[in-house]
């Protein structure tokens, strides 16, 4: 394997686009699976099961299917994607941030769901008890939430960003795969296998493997359960 392959301008942008997104996309994995956990496992009703329902679909539905129904509801000639664009000037297909949104999308469950299991197991009791002794809801989501949640919420997270780095087919359909543009290490590992650069791809493969491993391990680290088994 050669690792100077890594140092090759057209590897470091891949490198550096997917360093950019991580830069947005993990204080989104954060605010979200705070937000979401915590309303999924509170309030139970139709609207929270819809919710529910959404957040957990990317986990079951082909990743090239969700960027295509993305690329729909998001695209210039959609309702919504007119609106980005006049309304915003933004225009999300085939740019950094459909790239942005791709890695979003593909976390998200895993940001949401071990927040939502530590509030349901853990934390409810703890809410209604500070209810009744007169505190606040925000002081008490401050206060007592976030202080018990807090290794899920980083577990969460962790786990989020190590399944965004992978990402594919969503990534794919809205960032449109564009060399120097849009090309993220994995879809740049693709485009190696593609043209038989098999040193190049063998190379990122490794850096996302090393990464990976990094995520493994920060997840032990941030798992209360491992703390109690080491004392």
Same mark, same amino acid.
């Given at each position: 394997m050669d690792w100077n392959a890594v140092l090759d301008p057209g590897v470091l942008g891949p490198v550096w686009l997917s360093f950019r997104v991580a830069l947005v996309?993990?204080?989104?994995?954060?605010?979200?699976?705070?937000?979401?956990?915590?309303?999924?496992?509170r309030r139970r009703n139709r609207f929270t099961a819809?919710?529910?329902?959404?957040?957990?679909?990317?986990?079951?539905?082909p990743p090239i299917a969700t960027g295509f129904l993305l690329l729909l509801a998001l695209g210039r000639r959609s309702l919504l994607g007119r609106l980005l664009q006049s309304g915003l000037g933004l225009d999300l297909i085939f740019s950094f941030w459909?790239?942005?949104l791709a890695s979003f999308v593909a976390g998200l469950p895993l940001a949401v769901k071990p927040v939502q299991t530590?509030?349901?197991?853990e934390t409810l009791q703890l809410v209604d008890a500070a209810y009744?002794?007169?505190?606040?809801?925000?002081?008490?989501?401050?206060?007592? $939430?976030?202080?018990? *949640?807090?290794?899920? %919420?980083? @577990?969460?997270? +962790?786990?989020?960003?190590?399944?965004?780095?992978?990402?594919v087919g969503v990534t794919l359909m809205l960032g449109g795969n564009i060399v120097g543009?849009?090309?993220? $290490?994995?879809?740049? *590992?693709?485009?190696? %296998?593609? @043209?038989?650069? +098999?040193?190049?791809?063998?190379?990122l493969t490794a850096l996302l493997?090393?990464?990976?491993?990094?995520?493994?391990?920060?997840?032990?680290?941030s798992d209360p359960g491992q703390g109690l088994a080491r004392r």
């Open positions: 996309s993990v204080p989104a994995f954060a605010l979200a699976g705070v937000l979401l956990g915590y309303l999924l496992a819809a919710l529910d329902f959404l957040v957990s679909l990317p986990l079951f539905f459909g790239v942005a530590a509030v349901r197991a009744v002794l007169g505190k606040s809801p925000l002081a008490t989501f401050f206060a007592v $939430v976030l202080p018990n *949640i807090r290794g899920s %919420v980083c @577990t969460a997270v +962790f786990l989020a960003f190590g399944r965004s780095l992978g990402e543009k849009t090309n993220t $290490v994995s879809l740049e *590992i693709y485009n190696a %296998v593609f @043209t038989g650069d +098999f040193d190049r791809a063998l190379a493997g090393c990464l990976s491993l990094a995520m493994l391990w920060l997840v032990r680290r």
